[in-house]
């Protein structure tokens, strides 16, 4: 079979899955990326995220991870929901938490579609990574003209906006590969106007991920700086301010995914609820959540720090 055929059967299984675009890029180090990615860590913008400089050549190669890789399969899944909580007051959770842990529903697609590539192509040697290895996500998915990154760096795409989870697929297989798309931002600075933190570069295209509101909520142990106290927002799990206001997100379609529903008790819990959250509610209603990443101690930690900044 041709890498024209095998591309068209990719795309097909994909979109059966649910992922709502594919793309494909050739698999070689990313040199620019490299640079960029050393910068960032260089000016210590990964905070506490140490991990962020393990296996640096692996991150900006991948054929240091599949042994022969010729292919880069990007995927996006929608995963935008226009339900809110109920309460006004109640502290925020971003839109991605609310139902169950994306990388255990996606990792079980992906799998399904390696299993389907094997099946129909033949033995292609290939690895599935949902936002758990070291793979830049959002520069792959602009190489395979997914979207765009844009000046909150997170990828974009003209006619769905960026509420999207991004996956990859690896493999030794040579496909047909798109070709990036046209950077759409313009002149916008919505998003870096409205990051409480200035988390984003005044030119945009840069985040200080030590400033981010998700990072202090969900990747920092330690206490948070008091210098950021009543800048939140209201925040006590990830944020979706960068998000909400860029005018992309105007074409946000809500996803179709079961999985990806609130739990019944998230979205009408209140202000009180929240201030009065036990470790049995936590673990009820964040038993299936990335939310659980933060831990019990870790989510009463935010919402204490709001709580004290009003």
Known sequence: MSATLHTRLIREEARRLGFSFIGMARAERMDEEARRLEAWLHKGMHGQMAYMENYFEQRVDPRLLVEGARSMVSLAYNHYSPQRQSDPEAPKIAQYAYGEDYHFVLKHKLKTLLAFIREQIGEVNGRCFVDSAPVL??????????????????????????????????????????????????????????????????QGYWVDGSKCISYFTIELRDAIPEAFKGKFENWMFGCDICQDVCPWNRFAGPHNEPAFEPHAELLGMTKSDWTDLTEAVFQRVFRKSPVKRTKYAGLKRNIDFLNAGE
Do not use: M
Not at 145 to 172: C, M, Q, R
């Open 137 to 202: 996500e959002r520069d792959w998915a602009r190489r395979a003209g997914v979207g765009w990154v844009g000046k909150n760096t997170l990828l974009i795409h003209p006619k769905a906006g960026s509420y999207f989870f991004l996956a990859e697929l690896i493999l030794d297989l040579e496909l047909i590969y798109d070709q990036p798309i046209k950077d759409y931002c313009g002149t916008c600075t919505r998003c870096i106007d409205a990051c409480p933190t200035d988390a984003i570069d005044p």
